[in-house]
């Protein structure tokens, strides 16, 4: 019989309802029941596409004695973070606390009005690892609850305090004027800790830093600084020529389990793909090399073709299992290779370095299986065996070809199907800026503004309540859960990245909408903001996350979108709120920059004289376009633009009062609301943004 998760809409949760275990979602029913029955909770926290949380049920989950077990001895909920990040913020930051570090799956466990006393993440069926086997886990908590019930209450105390203070930090700083110097200390720190051997920074396992990318990248645009250049190359190159990125379907793995990018963990996540899109597009327009857009394109045609639903929605994620087996998708041993490819396998094999006895030996899989990753240059090979280099790209792309079409008849990875607000919403700005760049081809920047203007329409028509609020996940016709802090700051962000492509009012006023509603319902009047909003129920703290982690925290993109905002209308209140925030963090910038990027974005952004451009005209003509395309030259984060057609009223106060110089499409350009003359000279345009 299927325990109570059978009516979630979470995948991850239905992969569970037909455990023998008795799950329970997270809600008031688990909660009444620890009271009523005086049992502790067992809280498991995880996600669809996470390997070892897949591991931990079959071993454990899945078991009948195990399950009976836990039956017995204590009220059990199953949790999807991805739909839930404000309990997997609150009880992450309590076992990293218990234990000094944290992870998926977590297993926390907490007294019936949900305090913390004990966790940790994966606990093996029997003692390995140097830990205690999950029955010897689950007997031990059991018996300290029945002896020690003091002891425990009190620990709980403590570490539910110690997780009040840490939501404080903000409050607790003292306000500083915005400095370049932040800037200029957060860059020597980052490259400090830089990895010059392999790029990015960190040994194994290595993340791709996509915030940290995007930081330096706009640090080049304002210093011009070589060595900043050679770093970001490295790792984009790096990266991107690795195992970790999908060398024939497009998109990035989670992250490489060694520090050289070869081994990935094979989940891919939207978010991930959505960051790391915008980082190459903008890499391509403020470093010219075309590799970065053949990989933008690549990670935005692999969304299109794996993650969207019909409605326009993006999906979350895809596992990195398929059959049973981490990987299996996208191994390939030589003789595979050599049965496809036939006599253009000696090229391919010197390229993407495989061997007979593969890269990629783990004791579950045959022997032999290789991880596709660039090892040599084309342009080596190609010189090595007399062959113009373009001919050479063309049989390494009809290679390609052929094994993606050979790869497309396996099992395919499984498809967290559910579609979250934030996520969306970094993935609509990647589409919607990516739409605007006319290098990528009309054709294409055609196929990503309709993309992006579905997924804007599905999220303000499936996802957002009759008062304008949005919600957190949808999956299968169901919209549900209060939209954190990061839903809307992340929708507004898209927004507003869409009305710089389209120039349809519409988006602009749903972005300002949800601003208004974030200020109303997350602000907090000590500073910042909370994750919840103020009608979300009652947990053991009200959490809020300054620290940028895979995705920017929901503070972060607050003030990034609130920046905004405020050069589109001139709006103090948005400036102030977002103002506060960085005077308060600066400290905190200079001292951990890889834990804080999306803030030095959004403080460079501040600092960086951010160029108000009004433009007036009928977006259709040849002067509108000439002026467009001056403005949209190469990379430039500095700036927000806006177009109207002259003689209407607008929704945007930068566009109030605008007129054409005799009826010619005119700019203005402005800084805080302080313009420069008027003009309808592209060439004049162009000094004027320089």
């Known amino acids: 019989m299927p325990n109570r998760l059978i009516d979630e809409t979470s995948p991850y949760l239905l992969q569970h309802a037909h455990n023998p275990v008795e799950w329970y979602p997270w809600g008031e029913e688990a909660l009444t029941k620890a009271k009523t029955e005086d049992k502790s909770i067992f809280l498991s926290i995880g996600y669809a596409a996470c390997h070892w949380c897949h591991v931990m049920a079959h071993e454990s989950f899945e078991d009948g004695v195990t399950a009976q ?44 009005d949900g305090k913390p006393f004990y966790g940790g993440t994966y606990f093996p069926p029997a003692p390995r690892y140097g830990m205690p086997s999950f029955r010897e886990v689950l007997q031990a908590v059991f018996n300290a609850w029945q002896t020690r019930r003091d002891e425990i209450l009190k620990s709980s105390e403590d570490i539910t305090a110690y997780l009040r203070q840490a939501s404080e930090f903000a409050d607790q700083s ?83 389990t060694d520090a050289r990018w070869l081994v990935p963990h094979f989940e891919k996540m939207l978010y991930d793909n959505s960051q790391l899109a915008r980082v190459y597009l903008h890499a391509w327009q403020a470093l010219g090399d075309p590799y970065y857009r053949r990989i933008t394109v690549e990670i935005l045609d692999y969304v299109l073709r794996e993650m969207t639903h019909l409605g326009g929605g993006f999906y979350s994620t895809q596992d990195a299992d398929s059959e049973g087996v981490e990987g299996k998708f996208f191994l390939w041993t030589t003789d595979e290779i050599r049965s496809i490819l036939g006599d253009e396998v000696i090229l391919f094999n010197e390229v993407y370095g495989l061997t007979p006895g593969g890269n990629f030996n783990e004791h579950h899989l045959p022997p032999g299986q290789n991880i596709l990753s660039i090892v040599t240059e ?3 090979v190609a010189s ?3 062959l113009p280099l373009g001919q050479l790209e063309s049989t390494l792309d009809e290679a390609q070809r052929k094994l993606f079409n050979a790869r497309e008849q396996r099992v395919k990875p499984g498809r967290d199907e559910k579609i979250l607000a934030a996520w969306n919403g970094l993935m609509l700005a990647a589409f919607a800026e990516a739409a605007r760049d006319s290098s990528l081809g009309d ?28 919600l957190r996940t949808w999956k299968d016709g169901r919209a549900k859960l209060n939209g954190y802090l990061e839903d809307s700051a992340c929708v507004i962000e898209g927004l507003l990245e869409l009305y710089q492509t389209t120039f349809d009012e519409k988006w602009f006023v749903a972005a300002r909408e949800l601003a208004d509603s974030m200020l109303q319902h997350y602000a907090d009047p000590a500073g910042g903001f909370f994750d919840t909003s103020d009608d979300h129920e009652a947990l053991v703290t009200r959490p809020k996350d300054l620290q940028d982690n895979a995705v920017p925290s929901g503070n972060a993109m607050a003030a990034t979108v609130l920046l905004k905002l405020a050069a589109f209308t001139g709006d103090e209140i948005y400036y102030r709120h977002a103002e506060a925030l960085l005077g308060a963090l600066q400290p905190a910038l200079i001292q951990s920059p890889l834990g804080f990027a999306q803030w030095l974005i959004a403080l460079d952004f501040a600092l960086g004289n951010p160029k108000e451009i009004a433009i007036v005209g009928e977006k259709q003509s040849g002067g509108v376009q000439a002026l467009l395309d001056v403005i949209r030259a190469g990379y430039r984060p500095h700036q927000v633009v806006a177009l109207g057609a002259p003689d209407r009223s607008s929704a945007i106060p930068l566009m109030l009062d605008r007129t054409t110089i005799d009826d010619r499409a005119t700019a203005y350009v402005c800084a805080r609301f302080v313009c420069q003359c008027p003009t309808s000279d592209p060439q004049v345009l162009a000094e004027q943004l320089a």
């Open 69 to 112: 077990l836990m039956n017995e001895l204590f009220v059990n909920i199953k949790v999807d973070r991805e739909e839930r990040p404000d309990l997997d913020s609150i009880y992450m930051n309590a076992v990293v606390g218990l234990t000094g570090s944290g992870g998926w799956p977590m297993s926390v466990f907490l007294t019936p």
């Open 174 to 256: 003292e306000t500083s004027p915005l400095s370049a110097e932040t800037l200029i200390k957060a860059t020597q720190n980052i490259g400090r800790t830089y990895d010059r051997a392999n790029g990015g920074w960190g040994g194994a396992p290595k993340f791709p830093q996509p915030l940290a990318l995007e930081f330096l990248l706009r640090r080049y645009v304002q210093t011009h600084d070589a060595t900043l250049r050679a770093l970001i190359e490295h790792t984009l190159v790096a990266m991107a020529r690795g195992g970790m990125y999908d060398q024939l379907g497009g998109g990035f793995h989670r992250y490489s």
């Open 378 to 380: 084309p342009e080596a």
């Open 384 to 386: 090595k065996n007399g």
């Open 443 to 470: 054709q294409r920047a055609e196929t990503y503004r309709s993309a992006a203007e579905s997924n804007a329409e599905f999220l303000l028509r499936e996802m957002r309540t009759s008062d304008g609020r949005l």
